[in-house]
Structures are given as structure tokens and as C-alpha cells.
């Protein structure tokens, strides 16, 4: 979650998204009416520059099922959905309908609606509902930052070997390394970058695209 590129100058960051692929009317209409309705909440999307990265990666990486932890007003899912093959499929799960009620109208007018599936509820108990069978070739999570550890443990499981995860919000505005800082969400983060260098099962970089983009593949 966050508009910018952590350690971007104002200037810097418009240069990058100004040489990435444009952000379309949709999109731009999307983010527009999320700062309207819910303007203590708009830097909950992910930015321009990270939606054009991950419909690329989608694409690149020719994944056919995506789930997504934490859909808010639809950006990334969006952005996810139009990398996918026509049969591609994104389940998003959140726990507010009133969030995702404005995804469910911009899935519409993008024409990525019929791809998508929306599961309401807490996503932890979403995903332990799916059966422990590799279904997935893409995960992205950007939930709640506590239960990033607890996400990663059921998805790896449901991740077929080659498949992605990609995790949001890994510098948590660059308090990972603020000693000081022992908040809960950015202590989650920390534990969730900790477990992933532990963890033989996947391969991993932290791309400081954003707030900090954790990219891990299953080996
Ligand atoms: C940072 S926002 C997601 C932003 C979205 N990816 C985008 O680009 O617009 C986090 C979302 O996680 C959802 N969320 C928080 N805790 C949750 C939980 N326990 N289960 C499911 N969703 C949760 C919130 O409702 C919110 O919509």
C-alpha cells in the first residue's frame, strides 16, 4: 500500500511512471474515486509504477490462477487481471464489502470481471478452506501486515513449483530498520522477511519498487 516509490523524489517519481506503461482511464478514474470516498484510505492502493509491474510479471510469467490477499477498491486486481490469458482466473479475497463493492463496479467497466472470483471474510480462514493441492501460479498479498507469516504458511503449500508470490509493503516505509519502531504491523513485516530468507522453499528478492516488493519463487 502505498502511491510512491519509497525514497523517490516527488520529480523522480513522476519520471518513472511517466516511462512505464500508462495508466489508462479506468485506472486513473479507480484511484480518483477511491481518494473521494475514502480519503484516509487512498494510500492503500498500490501505485502506478507497481500496477504496470505486476500485469507485466503476470504476463511474463504466463500465470494462469492468482490470489490475491487484500483487494480494497480493486487496483491491483485489476492490474493482475489484465495479464492473465482469456481462461485466466484471480481470486481476491478481503474481509469489506463496502471496499470491494467499488472493486466489483470497476471490474466491470475494465471487461475483467468474469475472471474473478470475490471470497469476503478473513483471509486466513478463506485460504485454509482451499484443499492443500498446488493451484496457484501467483500470489499476492497486501493484507494486514500481522498476518503476513500466517498467509505465507497456507500459500506456499497451494503455490505450484515455479510460482510466484509477490508481498507488498516489505520496507513498511523503511521502519524495518527503525529499532525503535515496535509496532505490530511493521514487526509483521519484519518477521515475514525474516522467514522468507529461512525458508529453502523458495527463492526471493526485495525489490524497493514501491513500498518494498518481496518477489519469491517456489522452487
Ligand atoms: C492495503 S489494502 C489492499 C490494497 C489493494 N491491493 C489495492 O491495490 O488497491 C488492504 C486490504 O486488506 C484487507 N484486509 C485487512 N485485514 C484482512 C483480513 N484479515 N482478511 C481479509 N482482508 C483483510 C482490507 O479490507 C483492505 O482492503
Known sequence: MTRTTEGLSPELHAYVVAHS???DDVLADLAKETAELFPTHKGMQIGPEQGAFTTLLTRISGARHVVEVGTFTGYSSICFARGLPADGTLLALDISD???SVARRYWERAGVADKITLTLGPALESLRALSEEPRFDLAFLDADKEGYVDY???LVPRLRPGGLVLADNTLSHGR???SDDTSAHVQGIRDFNDRLVSDDRVTQVLLPIGDGLTL???N
Do not use: G
Request: aromatic fraction near 14%; hydrophobic fraction near 40%; glycine fraction near 0%.
Open 21 to 23: 506503461e500508462p495508466v
Open 98 to 100: 463496502e471496499w470491494t
Open 152 to 154: 505465507w504458511e497456507e
Open 176 to 178: 524495518v530498520v527503525d
Open 216 to 218: 519469491a519463487r517456489r
